[in-house]
Structures are given as structure tokens and as C-alpha cells.
């Protein structure tokens, strides 16, 4: 038996420092070269490249442009409603173009809030023009019939289907409303010259 020491217990391993590098000045010599500005390698200039293998950078595919917006509804809804506004006089003009704006103002609200049209705000507002077109139309309408038979326009009309196609009964005819609208309402109308 030999009088051999016992053997030392190695020292305990220690924690790696955080990042897994050694602490600062405990790195071994090194055989590279000074840091520095170092000539680019093979020739290319230093730069940020786009990455290897042709994929698209982090990972993702590149989405394809959304559609444009669909807004031709709208556009036509709101020239419908200005056209019903302009032309409510005609009765008619204003009932059609102004119901064919709300109509094709909610197609086009309907597709803003879906998503495919942006101009959500001029098909509101051509629905509400279309509406008071055709509000314009209707009183128009009714103002114009009560004045049509308040100064005889019935008996009028009574007086030139009986009369067919006589000439002087039709003239006749219109002589006599024409004194009647200037009896009630107290004015006087040129006579047109033959």
C-alpha cells in the first residue's frame, strides 16, 4: 500500500453565465487578426441581402393586393337622386330616378358594409336625396291636382272629351276654363294671337 493521498474532489462545476459566453477577460488567445474594417469576401460589397433560398422574408408569403372597391353603385345611386331632385317638377322624373336611387343607394350601403365598396357615406346620402325626390314629387303632384280642380280643370277635361274632335267645341271649351281660372283667382290671361 502506498501512502498515497487521497484523491481531491474536483471542484464543482460552475453555472454558465447567462448567454453562455465566459465572463469578459477570461477568453483564451486568439490566433485571429485585430477587429477592423476588413475587405469584403468574394468580392461583394458589405450590404443587407435578401435571404437564401428564394422565400420571402420571415417565413411569410407575400398576400395578394386586395380588389379595388366596387363603388360604382354608389356613384350612380347619388347622380340618380340629383337627377330625381332636378327634374321632381316632371312628377314622373322625380318618383323614378329618385326610387331608382334608394334602391341602388342600398346595394351600394350594403356592399360598404361588407367590405368591397368604400363610399358607404354617398350611398347614405343618395338614398336620403332619392327619398326627398320622390317626397318633392308627390306633394308636387298633389298641389297640382288640388289647383287643377279648384279652377274648373274637371270640367274642363268633361267639356274636351265631349267635344272630340270638333275644333270650335274644343275651343270653346277652353275659352270658358279660362274665364273660370280668371273669375277664382282674379287674374287676367293674355289671349294668344291666332
Same mark, same amino acid.
Given at each position: ?70 363603388? /360604382? ?7 340618380? =337622386? !340629383? ?6 317638377? /316632371? ?24 367590405? /368591397? =365598396? ?26 297640382? !291636382? ?42 287676367? !290671361? ?5
Amino acid at each position: 500500500m502506498s501512502d498515497q493521498p487521497p484523491p481531491e474532489n474536483p471542484p464543482p462545476p460552475q453555472d454558465p453565465p447567462p448567454g453562455g459566453y465566459p465572463p469578459p477577460g477570461n477568453y483564451p488567445p486568439s490566433n485571429y487578426p485585430p477587429q477592423g474594417n476588413y475587405p469584403p469576401q468574394g468580392g461583394y460589397p458589405p450590404g443587407n441581402y435578401p435571404p437564401q433560398g428564394g422565400y420571402p422574408p420571415q417565413g411569410g408569403y407575400p398576400q395578394p393586393s386586395p380588389p379595388p372597391p366596387q363603388n /360604382t353603385a354608389g356613384i350612380v345611386a347619388v347622380v340618380l =337622386a !340629383i337627377l330625381g331632385i332636378v327634374l321632381c317638377w /316632371t312628377i314622373l322624373g322625380g318618383i323614378i330616378f329618385g326610387l331608382l336611387a334608394v334602391v341602388i343607394g342600398f346595394i351600394g350601403r350594403s356592399k360598404s358594409r361588407k367590405g /368591397t =365598396a368604400t363610399n358607404g357615406a354617398i350611398s347614405l346620402v343618395s338614398i336620403i336625396l332619392g327619398l326627398v325626390a320622390v317626397a318633392l314629387s308627390i306633394v308636387l303632384l298633389v298641389v297640382g !291636382i288640388g289647383l287643377f280642380n279648384r279652377s274648373g280643370g274637371k270640367d274642363f277635361a268633361d267639356c274636351i272629351s265631349h267635344a272630340g274632335n270638333n275644333q270650335r267645341e274644343q275651343q270653346r271649351c277652353a275659352d270658358k276654363w279660362q274665364q273660370n281660372i280668371e273669375d277664382r283667382f282674379d287674374v287676367t !290671361i293674355p289671349n294668344e294671337p291666332n
